[in-house]
Protein backbone atom coordinates (compact mmCIF):
# COMPACT_ATOMS: atom_id res chain seq x y z
CA UNK A 1 0.00 0.00 0.00
CA UNK A 2 1.17 3.58 -0.73
CA UNK A 3 1.38 6.22 1.59
CA UNK A 4 -0.32 9.58 1.28
CA UNK A 5 2.83 11.46 0.00
CA UNK A 6 3.64 8.67 -2.56
CA UNK A 7 0.42 9.03 -3.52
CA UNK A 8 0.76 12.74 -4.62
CA UNK A 9 3.61 12.12 -6.47
CA UNK A 10 4.44 11.30 -9.88
CA UNK A 11 3.19 7.63 -9.64
CA UNK A 12 2.84 5.83 -13.13
CA UNK A 13 -0.18 3.62 -13.75
CA UNK A 14 -1.03 1.67 -16.87
CA UNK A 15 -4.36 0.71 -17.47
CA UNK A 16 -5.03 -2.27 -19.69
CA UNK A 17 -8.51 -3.06 -21.09
CA UNK A 18 -9.34 -3.81 -24.88
CA UNK A 19 -12.22 -5.21 -25.64
CA UNK A 20 -15.46 -4.01 -27.59
CA UNK A 21 -17.13 -0.44 -26.86
CA UNK A 22 -19.08 -1.60 -23.45
CA UNK A 23 -16.01 -3.00 -21.75
CA UNK A 24 -14.31 0.56 -22.21
CA UNK A 25 -17.07 1.61 -20.83
CA UNK A 26 -17.35 -0.23 -17.82
CA UNK A 27 -13.82 0.56 -16.77
CA UNK A 28 -14.34 4.21 -17.01
CA UNK A 29 -15.86 4.79 -13.45
CA UNK A 30 -13.27 3.33 -11.67
CA UNK A 31 -10.56 4.72 -13.52
CA UNK A 32 -12.58 8.16 -13.22
CA UNK A 33 -12.27 7.48 -9.01
CA UNK A 34 -8.77 6.86 -8.98
CA UNK A 35 -8.16 10.02 -11.06
CA UNK A 36 -9.99 12.40 -8.66
CA UNK A 37 -8.41 10.60 -5.96
CA UNK A 38 -5.00 11.40 -6.89
CA UNK A 39 -4.99 13.88 -9.89
CA UNK A 40 -0.88 13.88 -9.77
CA UNK A 41 -0.58 10.72 -10.65
CA UNK A 42 0.05 9.60 -14.58
CA UNK A 43 -2.61 6.93 -15.62
CA UNK A 44 -2.15 6.06 -19.29
CA UNK A 45 -4.41 3.25 -21.04
CA UNK A 46 -3.70 0.62 -23.38
CA UNK A 47 -6.91 0.45 -25.97
CA UNK A 48 -7.84 -1.06 -29.63
CA UNK A 49 -7.48 2.26 -31.98
CA UNK A 50 -11.83 1.99 -32.37
CA UNK A 51 -12.33 2.88 -28.98
CA UNK A 52 -9.65 5.83 -28.81
CA UNK A 53 -12.38 8.03 -28.85
CA UNK A 54 -13.95 6.93 -25.73
CA UNK A 55 -10.42 8.49 -23.90
CA UNK A 56 -9.48 11.26 -26.47
CA UNK A 57 -11.15 13.50 -28.86
CA UNK A 58 -10.41 12.65 -32.88
CA UNK A 59 -9.96 16.67 -33.41
CA UNK A 60 -8.46 19.37 -30.58
CA UNK A 61 -7.32 16.99 -28.34
CA UNK A 62 -3.09 17.48 -27.28
CA UNK A 63 -0.89 14.57 -27.88
CA UNK A 64 1.36 12.62 -25.19
CA UNK A 65 2.02 12.91 -22.10
CA UNK A 66 2.06 16.35 -21.12
CA UNK A 67 -1.09 17.34 -21.55
CA UNK A 68 -2.73 17.80 -18.28
CA UNK A 69 -6.05 15.63 -18.03
CA UNK A 70 -7.95 18.37 -15.27
CA UNK A 71 -7.13 21.03 -17.96
CA UNK A 72 -7.86 18.94 -21.12
CA UNK A 73 -11.51 18.64 -22.04
CA UNK A 74 -10.31 17.02 -25.29
CA UNK A 75 -8.64 14.41 -23.12
CA UNK A 76 -9.84 14.49 -19.60
CA UNK A 77 -9.42 11.30 -18.06
CA UNK A 78 -5.75 9.58 -19.68
CA UNK A 79 -2.19 11.75 -19.94
CA UNK A 80 -1.47 9.15 -22.85
CA UNK A 81 -2.71 6.35 -24.87
CA UNK A 82 -1.23 3.72 -26.70
CA UNK A 83 -2.99 2.10 -29.38
CA UNK A 84 -3.07 -1.64 -29.74
CA UNK A 85 -4.46 -3.47 -32.86
CA UNK A 86 -4.84 -6.93 -31.01
CA UNK A 87 -7.54 -8.09 -33.12
CA UNK A 88 -5.33 -7.37 -36.27
CA UNK A 89 -2.50 -8.49 -34.03
CA UNK A 90 -4.70 -12.25 -33.81
CA UNK A 91 -5.18 -12.42 -37.47
CA UNK A 92 -1.34 -12.40 -38.14
CA UNK A 93 0.57 -13.29 -35.33
CA UNK A 94 3.70 -14.13 -36.97
CA UNK A 95 3.72 -11.52 -39.31
CA UNK A 96 6.12 -8.92 -39.67
CA UNK A 97 4.08 -5.71 -39.02
CA UNK A 98 2.90 -7.55 -36.07
CA UNK A 99 5.95 -8.30 -34.31
CA UNK A 100 6.98 -5.17 -35.24
CA UNK A 101 4.51 -3.28 -33.49
CA UNK A 102 4.52 -5.33 -30.27
CA UNK A 103 8.01 -4.73 -30.17
CA UNK A 104 7.82 -0.98 -30.08
CA UNK A 105 4.87 -1.25 -27.79
CA UNK A 106 7.58 -2.75 -25.71
CA UNK A 107 9.82 0.02 -25.80
CA UNK A 108 6.70 2.29 -25.34
CA UNK A 109 6.08 0.76 -21.83
CA UNK A 110 9.28 0.02 -20.56
CA UNK A 111 10.79 3.76 -21.23
CA UNK A 112 7.73 4.86 -19.24
CA UNK A 113 8.54 2.42 -15.87
CA UNK A 114 5.47 1.98 -15.07
CA UNK A 115 5.29 1.93 -11.16
CA UNK A 116 1.48 -0.37 -11.59
CA UNK A 117 -0.60 -2.01 -14.17
CA UNK A 118 -4.11 -2.38 -13.86
CA UNK A 119 -5.82 -5.19 -15.89
CA UNK A 120 -9.34 -5.03 -15.91
CA UNK A 121 -10.04 -6.74 -19.09
CA UNK A 122 -9.00 -10.09 -17.20
CA UNK A 123 -7.71 -11.78 -20.12
CA UNK A 124 -4.50 -13.97 -21.56
CA UNK A 125 -3.20 -11.06 -23.88
CA UNK A 126 -4.17 -8.39 -21.64
CA UNK A 127 -2.20 -9.43 -18.87
CA UNK A 128 0.95 -10.59 -21.38
CA UNK A 129 0.57 -6.53 -22.37
CA UNK A 130 0.84 -5.94 -18.90
CA UNK A 131 3.69 -7.83 -18.37
CA UNK A 132 5.58 -6.76 -21.40
CA UNK A 133 5.55 -3.81 -19.81
CA UNK A 134 7.70 -5.13 -17.38
CA UNK A 135 6.78 -3.78 -14.50
CA UNK A 136 7.04 -5.47 -10.69
CA UNK A 137 2.76 -4.98 -10.32
CA UNK A 138 0.35 -6.25 -12.11
CA UNK A 139 -2.83 -5.87 -10.74
CA UNK A 140 -6.15 -8.42 -11.94
CA UNK A 141 -9.09 -9.97 -10.72
CA UNK A 142 -8.75 -12.93 -8.72
CA UNK A 143 -11.42 -14.89 -10.79
CA UNK A 144 -10.96 -12.95 -14.31
CA UNK A 145 -12.57 -14.03 -17.36
CA UNK A 146 -9.97 -16.44 -18.55
CA UNK A 147 -8.66 -18.42 -15.36
CA UNK A 148 -5.64 -18.75 -16.93
CA UNK A 149 -4.99 -14.65 -16.63
CA UNK A 150 -4.69 -15.01 -12.69
CA UNK A 151 -0.80 -16.61 -13.09
CA UNK A 152 0.12 -13.83 -14.63
CA UNK A 153 -0.65 -11.47 -12.18
CA UNK A 154 1.40 -10.37 -9.30
CA UNK A 155 -1.76 -9.25 -7.41
CA UNK A 156 -4.88 -10.95 -7.43
CA UNK A 157 -7.47 -9.27 -5.83
CA UNK A 158 -11.14 -10.79 -4.80
CA UNK A 159 -14.46 -8.95 -5.93
CA UNK A 160 -17.73 -9.29 -4.66
CA UNK A 161 -19.58 -6.70 -6.62
CA UNK A 162 -22.17 -8.01 -8.70
CA UNK A 163 -22.17 -5.31 -11.70
CA UNK A 164 -18.64 -5.39 -13.75
CA UNK A 165 -18.37 -1.89 -13.01
CA UNK A 166 -18.41 -2.53 -9.01
CA UNK A 167 -15.83 -5.30 -9.16
CA UNK A 168 -13.66 -2.82 -11.67
CA UNK A 169 -13.83 -0.31 -9.06
CA UNK A 170 -12.46 -3.13 -6.59
CA UNK A 171 -9.63 -3.57 -8.18
CA UNK A 172 -8.74 -0.29 -8.65
CA UNK A 173 -8.95 0.51 -4.92
CA UNK A 174 -5.90 -2.06 -4.45
CA UNK A 175 -3.32 0.13 -6.33
CA UNK A 176 -2.89 3.18 -3.39
CA UNK A 177 -5.57 1.23 -1.03
CA UNK A 178 -7.80 3.61 -1.84
CA UNK A 179 -11.76 3.51 -0.38
CA UNK A 180 -13.29 4.11 -3.63
CA UNK A 181 -16.85 4.35 -4.83
CA UNK A 182 -17.69 4.25 -8.83
CA UNK A 183 -18.34 7.95 -10.22
CA UNK A 184 -19.76 9.52 -13.10
CA UNK A 185 -16.62 8.91 -15.98
CA UNK A 186 -15.30 11.85 -17.45
CA UNK A 187 -16.06 11.54 -21.55
CA UNK A 188 -13.86 13.80 -24.13
CA UNK A 189 -15.49 16.84 -25.94
CA UNK A 190 -14.85 16.90 -29.18
CA UNK A 191 -15.22 20.36 -30.65
CA UNK A 192 -15.47 18.88 -34.49
CA UNK A 193 -18.35 16.33 -33.01
CA UNK A 194 -19.91 18.98 -30.89
CA UNK A 195 -20.03 21.32 -34.04
CA UNK A 196 -21.79 18.59 -36.24
CA UNK A 197 -24.01 17.67 -33.67
CA UNK A 198 -25.09 21.35 -33.59
CA UNK A 199 -25.59 21.07 -37.53
CA UNK A 200 -27.82 18.05 -36.88
CA UNK A 201 -30.06 19.17 -34.79
CA UNK A 202 -30.43 22.83 -36.26
CA UNK A 203 -33.06 24.51 -36.62
CA UNK A 204 -35.19 21.85 -33.75
CA UNK A 205 -32.49 22.06 -31.27
CA UNK A 206 -35.05 22.23 -28.09
CA UNK A 207 -37.32 19.16 -29.48
CA UNK A 208 -36.38 16.52 -27.17
CA UNK A 209 -34.06 13.22 -28.91
CA UNK A 210 -35.05 9.78 -28.72
CA UNK A 211 -31.68 7.46 -29.61
CA UNK A 212 -32.38 4.01 -30.46
CA UNK A 213 -29.60 1.40 -31.36
CA UNK A 214 -31.36 -1.88 -32.96
CA UNK A 215 -27.48 -3.40 -33.41
CA UNK A 216 -25.94 -6.35 -30.88
CA UNK A 217 -22.73 -8.30 -30.48
CA UNK A 218 -24.67 -11.35 -32.33
CA UNK A 219 -27.91 -12.67 -33.18
CA UNK A 220 -29.58 -13.54 -29.63
CA UNK A 221 -29.36 -10.59 -27.89
CA UNK A 222 -30.90 -8.21 -30.91
CA UNK A 223 -34.63 -7.56 -30.37
CA UNK A 224 -35.93 -7.63 -33.91
CA UNK A 225 -35.97 -4.17 -36.09
CA UNK A 226 -39.52 -4.31 -37.32
CA UNK A 227 -40.24 -3.91 -33.18
CA UNK A 228 -37.76 -1.20 -32.61
CA UNK A 229 -40.04 0.24 -35.79
CA UNK A 230 -43.11 0.20 -33.77
CA UNK A 231 -41.44 2.22 -30.91
CA UNK A 232 -40.01 4.74 -32.90
CA UNK A 233 -42.99 5.37 -34.15
CA UNK A 234 -44.51 5.74 -30.74
CA UNK A 235 -42.06 8.15 -29.82
CA UNK A 236 -42.30 10.21 -32.89
CA UNK A 237 -46.03 10.36 -31.89
CA UNK A 238 -45.28 11.62 -28.31
CA UNK A 239 -43.23 14.59 -29.83
CA UNK A 240 -39.56 12.76 -29.91
CA UNK A 241 -37.10 13.57 -32.41
CA UNK A 242 -36.09 9.75 -33.43
CA UNK A 243 -32.29 8.82 -34.63
CA UNK A 244 -31.33 4.95 -35.14
CA UNK A 245 -27.87 4.32 -34.73
CA UNK A 246 -26.13 2.33 -37.07
CA UNK A 247 -22.75 0.74 -36.60
CA UNK A 248 -20.85 -0.88 -39.01
CA UNK A 249 -22.74 -3.48 -41.02
CA UNK A 250 -26.34 -2.45 -39.32
CA UNK A 251 -27.50 -0.63 -41.79
CA UNK A 252 -30.04 -2.85 -42.67
CA UNK A 253 -31.43 -2.75 -39.44
CA UNK A 254 -31.67 0.94 -40.11
CA UNK A 255 -33.41 1.41 -43.19
CA UNK A 256 -35.96 -1.19 -41.89
CA UNK A 257 -36.83 0.96 -38.73
CA UNK A 258 -36.97 3.78 -41.19
CA UNK A 259 -39.31 2.50 -43.48
CA UNK A 260 -42.06 0.09 -41.13
CA UNK A 261 -41.82 3.44 -38.75
CA UNK A 262 -43.30 5.34 -42.12
CA UNK A 263 -40.07 7.61 -41.96
CA UNK A 264 -40.51 8.73 -37.94
CA UNK A 265 -36.75 7.32 -37.63
CA UNK A 266 -33.97 8.80 -39.25
CA UNK A 267 -31.15 6.37 -39.89
CA UNK A 268 -27.74 7.52 -38.98
CA UNK A 269 -24.00 6.98 -39.18
CA UNK A 270 -21.32 8.93 -36.97
CA UNK A 271 -18.15 8.66 -35.70
CA UNK A 272 -17.60 7.58 -32.20
CA UNK A 273 -16.69 11.33 -31.23
CA UNK A 274 -19.96 12.15 -32.68
CA UNK A 275 -22.16 9.05 -31.06
CA UNK A 276 -20.78 10.58 -27.67
CA UNK A 277 -21.92 14.34 -28.88
CA UNK A 278 -25.22 13.37 -29.98
CA UNK A 279 -25.67 11.24 -26.63
CA UNK A 280 -25.06 13.74 -24.52
CA UNK A 281 -28.18 15.71 -26.44
CA UNK A 282 -30.22 12.86 -25.84
CA UNK A 283 -33.70 12.84 -23.67
CA UNK A 284 -33.87 8.85 -23.88
CA UNK A 285 -31.80 5.63 -24.89
CA UNK A 286 -33.33 2.58 -25.91
CA UNK A 287 -31.24 -0.73 -27.11
CA UNK A 288 -30.07 -4.45 -26.24
CA UNK A 289 -26.59 -4.93 -24.52
CA UNK A 290 -24.64 -2.74 -26.90
CA UNK A 291 -21.76 -0.35 -26.14
CA UNK A 292 -24.55 2.85 -26.84
CA UNK A 293 -26.45 2.01 -24.21
CA UNK A 294 -23.43 1.91 -21.74
CA UNK A 295 -22.40 5.16 -23.22
CA UNK A 296 -25.97 6.66 -22.12
CA UNK A 297 -25.38 5.07 -19.02
CA UNK A 298 -21.94 7.07 -18.53
CA UNK A 299 -23.38 10.12 -19.91
CA UNK A 300 -26.31 9.84 -17.46
CA UNK A 301 -29.22 9.55 -19.57
CA UNK A 302 -32.51 7.64 -19.08
CA UNK A 303 -32.16 4.16 -20.63
CA UNK A 304 -34.25 1.62 -21.62
CA UNK A 305 -32.61 -1.52 -21.69
CA UNK A 306 -33.75 -4.56 -23.94
CA UNK A 307 -32.23 -7.77 -22.19
CA UNK A 308 -32.36 -11.44 -23.16
CA UNK A 309 -29.49 -14.18 -22.89
CA UNK A 310 -27.03 -11.36 -21.05
CA UNK A 311 -27.14 -10.88 -17.46
CA UNK A 312 -27.98 -6.92 -16.80
CA UNK A 313 -27.89 -7.66 -12.95
CA UNK A 314 -23.02 -7.63 -13.83
CA UNK A 315 -23.41 -5.94 -17.35
CA UNK A 316 -26.69 -3.78 -17.63
CA UNK A 317 -27.46 -0.11 -16.66
CA UNK A 318 -25.74 1.44 -14.45
CA UNK A 319 -25.62 4.98 -12.60
CA UNK A 320 -28.13 6.56 -15.13
CA UNK A 321 -32.31 6.13 -14.03
CA UNK A 322 -33.43 2.98 -16.27
CA UNK A 323 -35.77 0.28 -16.94
CA UNK A 324 -34.94 -3.09 -17.59
CA UNK A 325 -37.00 -5.28 -19.53
CA UNK A 326 -35.96 -9.47 -19.48
CA UNK A 327 -38.07 -12.59 -19.45
CA UNK A 328 -38.12 -14.59 -16.26
CA UNK A 329 -37.14 -17.86 -17.84
CA UNK A 330 -34.03 -15.77 -19.67
CA UNK A 331 -30.98 -17.33 -18.67
CA UNK A 332 -27.44 -15.88 -18.83
CA UNK A 333 -25.78 -17.38 -22.27
CA UNK A 334 -22.85 -16.15 -24.40
CA UNK A 335 -23.33 -18.77 -27.33
CA UNK A 336 -23.08 -16.67 -30.28
CA UNK A 337 -26.91 -18.08 -31.71
CA UNK A 338 -27.93 -15.88 -34.81
CA UNK A 339 -31.83 -16.46 -33.69
CA UNK A 340 -33.15 -14.01 -31.56
CA UNK A 341 -33.55 -15.64 -27.46
CA UNK A 342 -36.58 -16.62 -27.03
CA UNK A 343 -37.12 -14.97 -23.84
CA UNK A 344 -36.21 -11.57 -25.76
CA UNK A 345 -39.24 -12.32 -28.08
CA UNK A 346 -41.89 -11.75 -25.25
CA UNK A 347 -40.86 -8.53 -24.56
CA UNK A 348 -43.71 -6.20 -26.73
CA UNK A 349 -42.98 -2.68 -28.33
CA UNK A 350 -45.94 -1.40 -25.46
CA UNK A 351 -43.88 -2.59 -22.93
CA UNK A 352 -40.79 -0.33 -23.81
CA UNK A 353 -43.38 2.15 -24.69
CA UNK A 354 -44.54 1.93 -21.43
CA UNK A 355 -40.64 1.82 -19.46
CA UNK A 356 -39.95 5.00 -21.67
CA UNK A 357 -43.06 7.07 -20.78
CA UNK A 358 -42.25 6.26 -17.06
CA UNK A 359 -38.36 7.41 -17.38
CA UNK A 360 -39.82 10.65 -19.76
CA UNK A 361 -42.00 11.71 -16.70
CA UNK A 362 -39.49 10.90 -14.12
CA UNK A 363 -36.86 13.02 -15.91
CA UNK A 364 -39.89 15.73 -16.77
CA UNK A 365 -40.36 15.69 -12.80
CA UNK A 366 -37.13 16.20 -12.05
CA UNK A 367 -36.30 19.25 -13.96
CA UNK A 368 -39.28 21.09 -12.41
CA UNK A 369 -38.02 20.30 -9.04
CA UNK A 370 -34.38 22.03 -9.84
Not at 20 to 28: C, E, F, P, S, T
Not at 79 to 91: E, F, G, I, S
Not at 137 to 142: K, L, Q
Not at 295 to 306: W, Y
Amino acid sequence: MHTQSQSQSQFRLLVVRLGAMGDILHALPAVTALRRAHPGWRIDWVVEPAWASLLTAESGAQSGPASTPAQNPQKPLVNDVHLVPVKAWARHPLGLKTIRQIAALRKALRATGYDAVLDFQGAVRSALIGRLSGCRRVIGEAAPREPAAKWLFTERIPTRGVHVIEQDVEVAAAVAGDALEPVAPLLPIDPAAELWCDNLLAPNANQPIALLNPGAGWGAKRWPAERYAAVAAGLARRGLRVFVNAGPGEESLAETIQTESNEAATPLRCTLGELIALTRRTALAIAGDTGPLHLACALGKPVVGIFGPTDPARNGPFGSSFRVLRHAESRRDHTRREEPEAGLLTITPEEVLKAADDLLTQSSQGDSTR
